[in-house]
């Protein structure tokens, strides 16, 4: 698949974001081991067939992502999410650093952006105005850094999913909305919040804090669909939500984002309490 996208063929960019489905079959239905050797095997074609470039980038953000969520969150015949869920904000935050770093001989990640931006602007013919270009630019790798976190998400669900409706899965169905952020993971984007703010919500520590802050929305998300359970309007509810999320992003996130936080330290409140 990834093959197939980084040719250029039809419906290629669709099916490189669906290329960790088959790490993650084997891997969850086969063991870490299986995983890795698929891997192995993917790496080699890509690297024979398509070159080093094709090879680096479905390995750093597919292939590498892809084993440590499962080696991870499978432990002792069970699946925990708790920690594969914070990594959907923490791989892709290192991953923004890492590039910063590797371009910084090219007058950092923000030129490169810059560049690449403008080139896109003009193939589709829009006006590549240094405050649209600019705009773009404080919210790009954030916004690479949340499609990669969904791929891995909806990828690894829907391989786990598969494998559990055929008995095939190392590990039982686990419930998804139920899994808990570590206790003190919202340090984490509060920490990178203080950076971003100290320089000024540049592009680079904007695209941090934006990354860091993927798996509150993810579990607000879940918050939702465990508090609507067996309740009249469920449906009309979670369609509600996500359009409003769709089309009223920042306050909607925002929302789902405090939701989360509430849910975290409340469902960890001792009992007694309110």
């Known amino acids: 698949m990834a093959l197939w996208a980084f040719r250029g063929l039809p419906l290629g960019p669709g099916l490189l974001w669906l290329s960790p489905l088959p790490l993650f079959l084997a891997g969850l239905g ?8 698929a891997v192995g095997v993917a790496s080699a074609a890509l690297l024979a067939a398509g070159g080093f470039i094709p090879f680096a980038i479905h390995f750093l953000a597919f292939a ?7 080696a991870v969150g499978l432990r002792r015949g ?3 999410g708790s920690l ?36 896109g602007l003009d193939r589709m013919g829009l006006p590549a105005g240094d405050a649209m270009v600019a705009d773009i630019v404080r919210i790009k790798a954030a916004a690479v850094g949340f499609w990669l976190a969904l791929a891995l998400l909806v990828n690894g669900i829907g391989a786990q999913g598969f494998l559990a409706r055929r008995g095939l899965s190392l590990a039982p169905r686990p419930a998804w909305s139920e899994a808990m952020l570590p206790k003190l993971y919202p ?14 919500f540049g592009g680079t520590t904007l695209s941090l804090f934006i990354v860091l802050m993927l798996p509150l929305l993810f579990r607000g998300l879940a918050v939702i669909h465990t508090r ?13 939500g996500y359009m409003a999320l769709v089309i009223f ?19 960890r409140a001792p009992r007694g309490t309110t």
């Open 249 to 267: 992003s920042v306050p909607t996130a925002a929302f789902l984002v405090g939701l989360a936080l509430f849910d975290h330290f409340s469902a």
């Open 64 to 70: 590498l992502p892809a084993v440590i969520l499962v």
């Open 228 to 240: 609507t359970r067996g309740r009249n309007g469920r449906p009309f509810i979670l369609g509600a």
């Open 30 to 37: 086969f063991g870490l081991p299986a995983m890795v050797a």
């Open 78 to 80: 069970r699946l925990d």
């Open 187 to 200: 340090a984490i984007p509060a920490v990178a919040l203080v950076i971003a703010a100290m320089d000024d």
């Open 84 to 119: 594969p869920l914070a990594l959907l904000g923490i791989y892709p935050a290192v991953l923004i650093l890492f590039a910063a770093l590797l371009l910084a001989g090219d007058g950092g990640l923000e030129a490169v952006l810059t560049a690449i931006v403008k080139v």
